[in-house]
């Protein structure tokens, strides 16, 4: 779990900036954009790309850089299935 934790802080300092696209759900799966297993989107989606680091599909609102953030601080870990953990995360005021 440190090593998470460790890993988001780190892109957080990285102050990557956040980038927003429209497209259709097929052109984003094909761009590489990643999304939540087993969710339903609409035809058109928002596909939020944070530098080169991460590109995913995702209908929430977003910052415009990763410096906006603060520090991540996991809170919980658990098992939700057979080899699956989940674990429950703040981010913490600047």
Do not use: W
Request: hydrophobic residues 35%; glycine residues 8%; aromatic residues 6%.
């Amino acid at each position: 779990m440190q090593a998470v934790e460790d890993e988001v802080n780190r892109v957080i300092q990285l102050q990557l900036d956040v980038e927003r696209e429209e497209m259709s759900l097929e052109d984003a799966l094909a761009s590489g954009a990643h999304g939540e297993f087993g969710a339903k989107y609409p035809a058109k989606v928002s596909v939020y790309s944070v530098g080169d680091y991460s590109k995913e599909i995702c209908m929430g609102p977003h910052v415009k850089n990763t410096s906006e953030l603060g520090t991540f601080k996991i809170k919980k870990e658990q098992s939700i299935s057979a080899g699956t953990r989940r674990i429950k995360a703040v981010l913490l005021p600047i």
